[in-house]
C-alpha cells in the first residue's frame, strides 16, 4: 500500500508543478479512493471466492442441500446454504463485481474451471504458471492488489500471478442469479451456464417413489411370471395424501403387505411382462417416453427374465454433474446399478418424477381386486376366504430360503433332495401333482390326511449341471374347477 500511495504522491508532485487545478485534484483523491477501497474489500472478496469454489465442490461431490433462506446483506441478495454434509455458506447473488471478473465454466471434460474476463472480451481460462486450468473445486484463487497490479495465488499465496492494473472499475459477480425450488436450487453463472443441486427433501421423495415402484414390480413378478397363483387379497386399504387418494395397501395372505401407488402424473417410462414368443418366456421391458418397448438388460448381457425377483429391476435414482438420472439394479447385485436410457442411449433425467406408478388404477370389486398396468393389461386378485387351501413347504436341511427372492439356495448338480409341505385348510378331493422344470426331475410324492390338512413331502433330482442357474419345481392343487400352482425355484448360490 506504501508503494501505491508514493506512486501517487509523485504524481501529484509533478502535476502541481504544472497546474494545481481543482478538477486534477479531485480525480487524483477519486483514484486514491477507489484503489483504497479496493483494499479494504479484499477480504470479502476472496471470502466470496472461497465459498464459490466450496460449491463447485458440493456439486462434483454430490452433496445436497437441507436449507437455503435469505439473510440479509449490504452487498446484494444473499442466501445461507446448508449442506447435507454440514457445511454451511453465505453466497451473494447478482451484484456488480471487481475488474477483472473472475468465473467459473464447464469445459469439455464436464470439470468446472476458473476464468477471467477483462472488460467486455471473451472469458478466458484462468491458467497456473505452467499454463494449466485451474479446477474450480480444487482451490479458490487468492486474490491481491500490490504495486497497482491484481495478483492471484492457486497456492495459498505461495506464489502469485499478475493479471491486470488495477483500475477500480466495476465488475461481475461468479453467480448471476440463485433460484430455488422445491426440487434443486439453480445457480446461473455470469457466463450463463446453470448447475443444479438437488434438495435434500426431493432426493429423499425420489428414492421414496424409486422404492414403491420397485415394490410393485416384484409384485407384478409374482403376479404376471404366476409364482404364485394361491395368492389372494386378504385386506385392502386406500392411501390418502392431502385429502386425495393417490394408491393402496394391498395385504396379500402369504403376509406380505405390498404399497401401490396410481399414476396420474405423465409417466417418464413404462416398465411391463413381454412374452419372446421364440423361447415363450416372459422378460422385462421397458419403454421411455413415446418410444417402443425395449428388453430390460442385466450386467452380464442377458435379458431380465420375469420368474423370480433375482430377475425383477430395482429402481433407484444416482446424482451426476447435470442432476438426477435414473439406474437400475438386479438382486442380489443392488449396488451395481446400470443406467436407464432411452432407444438413442440418453439417461432418463429423474426430473420432478416423485408420482411413480406401475400400475395405472386400481379397481376393488366384490370378489376381486383388478389392477391395470401402465400399459393397459388388467390383472385380478381374488379375496381370501379362510376356506381356501394353503400350501407350506419347509426347507431341506443344507438349503437356505430367502422369502425376499423365493429362492432357495445351496442345492448341488446330480442330488436328490426332498422337501416337505403341509396343507391347510385342504379340500376332501384335493389332488397334488408337481413336475420339474430346467433339467430337475420330480421322482416321488408321497402325501398323508388327517381332518382338513394334508402333509407330506416331494422327492426331486437336480439336473447334472447347475452353473449358477436355476432349476424349478411345480406344484398343483386341484379340487373340483379350481387349479393352483407354485413354483419352487432352487440355485447353487
Given amino acids: 500500500m506504501k508503494k501505491i500511495l508514493s506512486i501517487f504522491l509523485s504524481a501529484v508532485l509533478m502535476l502541481s508543478a504544472v497546474s494545481c487545478t481543482k478538477e486534477i485534484q479531485e480525480g487524483i483523491n477519486t483514484l486514491i479512493k477507489r484503489i483504497s477501497d479496493l483494499e479494504t474489500v479484499m477480504i470479502s472478496i476472496n471470502e466470496y471466492y472461497s465459498n464459490t469454489s466450496k460449491v463447485v465442490a458440493a456439486l462434483e461431490d454430490h452433496d445436497m442441500i437441507r436449507s437455503i433462506t435469505p439473510v440479509k446483506s449490504g452487498e446484494g441478495d444473499a442466501y445461507l446454504v446448508t449442506f447435507v454434509s454440514g457445511q454451511t455458506l453465505t453466497l451473494i447473488q447478482g451484484i456488480d463485481g471487481i475488474s477483472p471478473n473472475l468465473g467459473i465454466r464447464k469445459y469439455d471434460d464436464g470439470i468446472y474451471y476458473w476464468t477471467v474476463q477483462y472488460g467486455s472480451e471473451e472469458p478466458q481460462w484462468l491458467l497456473s504458471n505452467l499454463g494449466l486450468k485451474i479446477r474450480a473445486s480444487a482451490m479458490a484463487p487468492l486474490m491481491k492488489i500490490e504495486d497497482g497490479w491484481w495478483q492471484y495465488s492457486y497456492d495459498g499465496g505461495a506464489s502469485y500471478i499478475r493479471l491486470c492494473e488495477a ?281 398323508s390326511s388327517a381332518d382338513n390338512t394334508i402333509t407330506g413331502s416331494i422327492s426331486f433330482k437336480t439336473p447334472a449341471t447347475l452353473s449358477g442357474q436355476t432349476t424349478r419345481i411345480l406344484v398343483f392343487m386341484t379340487w373340483g374347477s379350481q387349479v393352483t400352482m407354485k413354483v419352487l425355484e432352487f440355485k447353487n448360490l
Avoid at 199 to 207: D, K, L
Avoid at 269 to 290: L, Q
Avoid at 377 to 404: A, D, H, W
Fill in 167 to 447: 483500475s477500480g472499475e466495476p465488475g461481475k459477480s461468479v453467480f448471476k442469479n440463485i433460484s430455488i425450488s422445491d426440487y434443486f436450487v439453480a445457480f446461473t453463472l455470469s457466463t450463463n451456464q446453470v448447475f443444479q443441486i438437488p434438495t435434500e427433501a426431493y432426493f429423499n421423495r425420489v428414492i421414496s417413489a424409486c422404492s414403491t415402484f420397485s415394490s410393485e414390480l416384484s409384485l407384478a413378478t409374482t403376479i404376471l411370471a404366476k409364482v404364485d397363483t394361491t395368492m389372494a387379497v386378504k385386506n385392502i386399504s386406500q392411501i390418502m395424501e392431502n385429502n386425495q387418494p393417490v394408491g393402496y395397501k394391498i395385504l396379500l395372505n402369504n403376509g406380505k403387505e405390498y404399497t401401490i401407488r396410481t399414476g396420474k402424473d405423465e409417466q417418464p417410462f413404462t416398465f411391463a411382462i413381454k412374452r419372446d414368443h421364440s423361447d415363450w418366456m416372459d422378460y422385462w421391458t421397458v419403454k421411455i417416453g413415446e418410444g417402443d418397448y425395449q428388453w430390460v438388460i442385466k450386467p452380464n448381457g442377458e435379458r431380465a427374465l420375469a420368474s423370480s425377483l433375482s430377475g425383477t429391476p430395482r429402481l433407484s435414482v444416482r446424482d451426476t454433474l447435470d442432476g438426477l438420472y435414473f439406474v437400475y439394479s438386479f438382486y442380489p447385485d443392488i449396488n451395481d446399478y446400470q443406467w436407464l436410457r432411452d432407444a438413442n442411449g440418453n439417461l432418463v433425467p429423474a426430473g420432478s418424477s416423485t408420482n411413480l406408478a406401475f400400475f395405472k388404477s386400481v379397481s376393488v370389486g366384490t370378489e376381486s381386486v383388478a389392477l391395470t398396468l401402465a400399459d393397459g393389461k388388467t390383472i385380478y386378485l381374488p379375496f381370501y376366504y379362510e376356506n381356501n387351501p394353503l400350501i407350506v413347504f419347509r426347507t431341506p436341511s443344507g438349503m437356505e430360503y430367502n422369502n425376499q427372492t423365493f429362492l432357495y439356495t445351496g442345492v448341488e448338480a446330480n442330488t436328490s433332495y426332498t422337501i416337505e409341505f403341509t396343507i391347510n385348510y385342504a379340500p376332501s378331493r384335493l389332488q397334488l401333482d408337481a413336475i420339474g422344470m430346467d433339467g430337475a426331475t420330480v421322482t416321488g410324492i408321497t402325501r
